[in-house]
């Protein structure tokens, strides 16, 4: 299989008008089809359905998201929602996400006050922090038949055995998950002894009310109905594309499990991949009607990712990418990453450029290592063309050894990765402070550079700044008193830069003096003779 990349930038800067000029990818299928009638509109994209859901909920502000793909049937499905809605319900259509298309745009949504978003095209499935989510896959065809036939000539052989008990997991990417039921039948026809899990998904989301109360963390469960809100405190199950599939299969005492997982290569599948590399997966393709195993096709890039959680190992400055403003919990995520680093005396910057590119994050150089929160589809980036390494939350936890070590295992939901912060939180904090002082000053060994390292420390082991000997410099007034100033970790960066900014002249140069400026616009400013021929 042809793992597919992780998101990187093309170039390290473009000019200004390729923004505007810019051709999107658009991948031909059915659901953008010049040949769709109304009939067909309404099936595909559910109108019915979202016109219900709209109106049992009695939202007055709608907002429609779309993918750069589905662009092209924006307009005829809010015509055909305005005509089956009432006068007093608005609706927008919002495109242009602020970060990934996969998950719903709150930041756009806030800006019309929107009581609800119909999220159309591939999703996550992240559950929300603030506004209830109505999901419309649409609806890709899917040769059931075929794809039992593939799937049975690639991995039958391991459920020949009747007395074998097996389990079968099926997997859809969100626009076969309306071929769920059929093919689970077609299944139990073809192996009546294996026993079928295939989940359904839900496309109606309501934040909890640990969410919208800014309680303490709760995690949410995006595929629970949203007419039963779960409990503050209560974890009714796990969220996003990251479904607990292991843990599925491991309540099951069984001899022999596969994942079966229908839809093409895309990022999506190759994060699957990655979130259970100790899975024996097979990926059935509805447009190529092939399947194929994937059994140990992530491994390359699990050694890509190890690689980078080594060159964090050997970073004492790192940023906090905001790479979402509406994944729930994505705040409490942060904060626990704060928590970590400061215990694990590193410094630590909390930065939001919107959707990231090499030129971007050039701008802070003094940032040794980026740690990227985002959604599940949008957290492992392909840093090869950046300056500094990107990593993931969970990378994090390994490289500052937060009760964590590679195993292989990769996790890249938020629920998981905060259930146990509060064990660590206490082990922190029954710590000895002292126990590890003698320890402070000894250098670790790099595996990037292959040699001893000293790292700077940034804080004590209880998480309270106070600056090395080497940090600080010493000022003394015109009273004589003696102060001591510690020098940040950016001071520290510029301080050791070769050019460090034009030259100041301060005291040397007179000061300037105030003149008019011109006025008008830039066609036509009024001290300018705009004349033919002048």
């Known amino acids: 299989m042809s793992v597919a990349q992780p998101p990187a930038s093309g170039a390290f800067s473009t000019a200004g008008e390729d923004a505007i000029t810019r051709t999107v990818e658009i991948n031909s299928s059915e659901l953008t089809s010049d040949r769709i009638t109304d009939d067909d509109l309404d099936d595909l994209f559910e109108i019915a359905e979202t016109v219900q859901a709209i109106k049992e909920a009695n939202y007055k502000q709608i907002a429609l998201q779309f993918p750069d793909e589905l662009l092209g049937v924006s307009v005829p499905i809010y015509i055909r929602l305005k005509q089956l809605l009432s006068d007093d319900r608005d609706v927008y259509v919002l495109a242009d ?271 040794e290592c980026f740690v990227l929160v985002a959604c599940p589809e949008n957290s492992v980036i392909d840093s090869r063309e950046f300056y500094r390494p990107i990593i993931t939350p969970f990378e994090l936890e390994v490289a500052l050894g937060q009760d964590r070590s590679w195993t292989g295992e990769y996790i890249l939901d938020f629920d998981h990765i905060l259930k146990n912060q509060g064990n660590q939180e206490q082990e922190i904090q029954e710590r000895d402070p002292n126990e590890d002082e003698d320890d402070s000053d000894r250098p670790s060994f790099s595996l990037i550079t292959g040699t001893y390292r000293h790292a700077k420390r940034y804080g004590d082991l209880r998480g309270n700044y106070i600056p090395t000997p080497n940090a600080f410099i010493s000022l003394r007034n015109n009273e004589g008193t003696l102060s001591q100033v510690s020098t940040s970790a950016a001071g520290e960066f510029l301080h050791g830069r070769s050019f460090q900014g034009l030259e100041q002249r301060l005291g040397q140069d007179a000061p300037s003096v105030l003149e008019q400026g011109r006025s008008g616009i830039a066609k036509g400013y009024q001290d300018v003779d705009h004349s033919p021929g002048s």
């Not at 229908?262 to 100790?278: A, K, M, P, R, V």
């Open 97 to 367: 996400t602020t970060y990934g298309s996969c998950c719903v745009d709150e930041v756009a949504a806030a800006h019309i006050d929107a009581d609800v978003v119909v999220h159309y095209g591939h999703a996550c499935l992240s559950p929300t922090s603030r506004l209830p989510a109505i999901y419309v896959f649409g609806k890709r065809d899917l040769d059931v038949a075929d794809c039992v036939v593939q799937f049975s000539n690639t991995a039958g052989h391991h459920f020949e055995n009747p007395n074998t008990k097996s389990v079968l997991l099926v997997k859809t990417d969100v626009s076969y998950a309306h071929h769920i039921d059929a093919l689970r039948a077609a299944l139990e026809r073809q192996f009546p002894s294996v026993e079928i899990i295939a989940p359904a998904t839900r496309r109606r989301y309501t934040p909890p009310l640990a969410a919208s109360t800014q309680a303490p963390y709760a995690p949410a469960d995006p595929e629970q109905p949203s007419e039963s809100l779960p409990s503050p405190g209560v974890k009714p199950g796990s969220s996003a594309t990251a479904q607990t599939t292991e843990v599925e299969i491991k309540d099951h005492s069984v001899e022999h499990s596969i994942i079966l997982y229908i839809g093409g290569e895309s990022l999506g599948l190759t994060n699957f991949l990655l979130t259970h590399s100790q899975s024996e997966v097979v990926s059935y393709d509805p447009q190529s009607r092939s399947a194929r195993n994937e059994t140990g096709s992530v491994n390359k890039l699990l050694m890509r990712r190890y690689a980078t959680i080594q060159k964090a190992r050997d970073a004492d400055v790192f940023g906090i990418l905001v790479g979402t403003l509406g994944v729930a919990s994505y705040i409490h995520l942060m904060a626990h990453l704060r928590r970590i680093l400061s215990k694990a005396q590193k410094k630590c910057y909390t930065i939001s450029v919107g959707k990231l590119n090499p030129a971007k994050l050039a701008n802070f150089m003094e940032i």
